[in-house]
């Protein structure tokens, strides 16, 4: 049997469609190695939202251009956010990969597959038949955004908003749940603006209420979430669907008006606290996670003061901080000079860090003692875990087979980043 490799970077987009890409090749009889040496088909799902993933999609670029010099039959598939409209120009500085694909094109690797390395098909294709079901799975419900974030290069190499329709993303899902996954991540660039493009307009709480009745489904996860479109029906929604978790990823960027409006993001702090508030007055076990970028063109120490403050007072269960990296094309890097220092920029990641480490430190903490329904994921260095449902990882020791099961654990032990605790006896 010929095998495949998939590398992947970036975004929970980005492994739901590797998943996705797994499947259609092993439904062609290639079946997997985690070894690029020994893989007959190497696919590379990249990641450039900055700076840092572009380096590493490079890295890895070089890297197989030396492995298929000693291996002339090796194929080589780039696909993701690496991939822009320019694919002739892709060719001519990667002349040893072998064709290019845009983001979340299944049909076109499979027909160029189809085309250039003719397999003996297993089965019927149904990509959701995948035989190394983990109990959670990643499931795309939008591709693309209309946002044009003046920081963000994901418009121009994912396009516009189009959501899958809410019969075929039951259909996927129920597969997924007959095959033993648990737990659904919803994911889109902007997933809280579902359906604003399909017939009747069906959005994500109408989906979310579908999803709730799947006989076997325990738990529904979705990100990311903009502020802008966070309504008041979503929040009912996720505090009267009981499979629903109680997790929120609602990300800020920044914590001063000038620079929200500089990045384009569509909302004030008012509105953004304000928002924080309903979510909380209907959730109020809620946990909060939000995304951060510091050193965005221009940004002042009183500026950056503004974000410090808003972390302190609204107190994230998690803080996901990033520097402001320039991408070509995007409308910042048109319009602004990259003017902050790199050493600036590393000084305020590191602020923004330690206090949160401070207040997860904090929050976790009031956790000793509670028992906590885990869903157990996997095994490592001897201890079994998962998360809560308010998305919280969870450490404990276990005998025989956890994998899939629904736990309840008693919290022995916290700390910022993780819980450990004990099977609770019954």
């Known amino acids: 049997m010929p095998t495949y490799n998939i590398w992947t970077i970036g975004c929970q987009m980005n492994k739901a469609e590797s998943r996705k890409i797994a499947d259609y090749l092993e439904l062609f ?3 997997a190695t985690p070894n690029f040496q020994k893989a007959d088909l190497i696919v590379l799902n990249t990641c450039v ?3 840092s993933a572009e380096n590493k999609v490079m890295g890895m670029l070089g890297y197989l251009r030396g492995i298929k010099k000693s291996k002339s039959d090796l194929t080589i598939l780039v696909t993701g956010c690496f991939v822009n409209a320019e694919k002739e120009d892709l060719k001519k500085y990667f ?20 085309s250039n390395r003719p397999v003996v098909q297993k089965k019927k294709i149904l990509p959701q038949n995948n035989k190394n079901i983990a109990p959670t799975a990643y499931v795309p419900i939008i591709q693309g955004c209309n946002n044009f974030c003046s920081y963000c290069i994901v418009p121009y190499r994912r396009g516009r908003e189009k959501s899958r329709s809410l019969g075929e993303i039951v259909d996927e899902i129920s597969e997924l749940v007959k095959n033993g996954v648990k737990e659904v991540i919803l994911v889109g660039q ?15 709480s109408k989906l979310l209420g579908v999803l709730n009745s799947i006989d076997g489904l325990v738990r529904i996860r979705f990100l990311t979430n903009h502020p802008k479109d966070m309504n008041f029906k979503l929040i009912e929604s996720i505090a009267c669907l009981n499979k629903v978790c109680e997790h929120i990823t609602l990300p800020l960027q920044s914590g001063d008006d000038n620079i929200l409006k500089a990045m384009n993001r569509g909302y004030t702090m008012d509105q953004y606290c304000d928002l924080i508030d309903t979510i909380r007055s209907n959730i109020p076990q809620i946990a909060l996670s939000t995304d951060v970028i510091v050193g965005f063109p221009g940004e002042t120490e009183e500026q950056f003061s503004h974000t410090l403050d808003l972390i302190k007072k609204i107190r994230f269960d998690s803080v996901h901080v990033a520097a402001y990296s320039s991408r070509e094309g995007t409308m910042a890097s048109k319009n602004f000079e990259d003017s902050i220092h790199p050493e600036v920029k590393k000084e305020r990641f590191e602020v923004i860090e330690a206090i949160q480490t401070k207040i997860a430190s904090e929050i ?4 000793y003692g509670d028992t906590l329904e885990v869903l157990t994921e996997a095994k490592k260095n001897g201890k079994w875990y998962g998360r809560s449902k308010s998305d919280k990882l969870i450490f404990f020791e276990g005998k025989g087979d956890q994998l899939g099961q629904l736990v309840d654990v008693v919290i022995t032990k916290t700390s910022p980043w993780a819980l450990q605790g004990k099977i609770q006896i019954k």
């Open 29 to 31: 009889g290639y079946d």
């Open 95 to 114: 002349p040893h990969i072998d064709s290019f694909f845009k983001p979340g094109a299944y049909q076109e690797i499979v027909d160029w597959i189809q």
């Open 364 to 367: 976790n903490s009031n956790l």
């Open 49 to 51: 939202v900055r700076q």
């Open 190 to 204: 902007n997933v809280n603006s579902y359906g604003h493009d399909l017939p009747k307009h069906p959005d994500l």
